[in-house]
Every structure is written in structure tokens, then in C-alpha cells.
């Protein structure tokens, strides 16, 4: 079992910057990669940014790269999203979520290779 902790959601003007943080915890926990997944209201959930655990290596959807940044501290077990120069439209609830450790070539982006999810934190971007 996995238990993942999502902070740092709130509300912000367009233009400004949030840093989310998912802290992961558990005896089984040995993820490969994590990721950040979104989704508004009425809309399917979207992948935002993931990073694996072994080299660092991040990917981003086109809708946030060069705005967002993802990190990991892998002492902490924790992943963070550094979100700058928000818009109205990443106003979702994001979702932090891990795998359950299997082999990876790279970094996963699709929501079935994810088997852990956290509560979701609200992020709202007023115009």
C-alpha cells in the first residue's frame, strides 16, 4: 500500500505561481516514476509533467512545458510541481500518482501505468 499526500493547491491571478508537493509514504513504496495528472470539470484527466525515480528524467504535455517544472527528492520521497506564469486554463484538481515500481525504459504519461493516486488538490487561476 501507498499513500501519497497532495499540498499546495490554492487560488492565484493569472501570471502567478503555485509549487504543489506529493509526498509519498508506505512500507510497499518502491515507484519507479511519478506524475501529476489534471482534471477539469467535464474534461478527461490529462497528464501534466512526470519524472522517474533512477535518472531524473522529466516529460511535459505542450500545454505546460516551459511553465512548469517537476523535481523529485528522493530522500523525502516527495515530487513537487513548480507551476509559473499560470492561466485560466489550468484552473483543474491535480493529482499526484505513482507505479507500483516496475521497469521503465523512460517516463510514463498515460494514466494506466499509474497504481496510486492521491486525493487531488484544487488549483484555480482567476483572469
Known amino acids: 500500500q501507498v499513500q501519497l499526500v497532495e499540498s499546495g493547491g490554492g487560488l492565484v491571478q493569472a501570471g502567478g505561481s503555485l509549487r504543489l508537493s506529493c509526498a509519498a509514504s508506505g512500507r510497499t513504496f518502491r515507484s519507479s516514476a511519478m506524475g501529476w495528472f489534471r482534471q477539469a470539470p467535464g474534461k478527461e484527466r490529462e497528464f501534466v509533467a512526470a519524472?522517474?525515480?533512477?535518472?531524473?528524467?522529466?516529460y511535459y504535455a505542450d500545454s505546460v512545458k516551459g511553465r512548469f517544472t517537476i523535481s523529485r527528492d528522493s530522500a523525502k520521497a516527495t515530487v513537487y510541481l513548480q507551476m509559473n506564469s499560470l492561466k485560466p486554463e489550468d484552473t483543474a484538481a491535480y493529482y499526484c500518482?505513482?507505479?507500483?515500481?516496475?521497469?521503465?525504459?523512460?517516463?510514463?504519461?498515460?494514466?494506466?501505468?499509474?497504481?496510486?493516486w492521491g486525493q487531488g488538490t484544487q488549483v484555480t487561476v482567476s483572469s
Open positions: 519524472i522517474n525515480w533512477s535518472g531524473g528524467n522529466t
Open positions: 500518482a505513482a507505479d507500483k515500481g516496475k521497469p521503465l525504459l523512460g517516463v510514463p504519461i498515460s494514466i494506466r501505468a499509474y497504481d496510486y
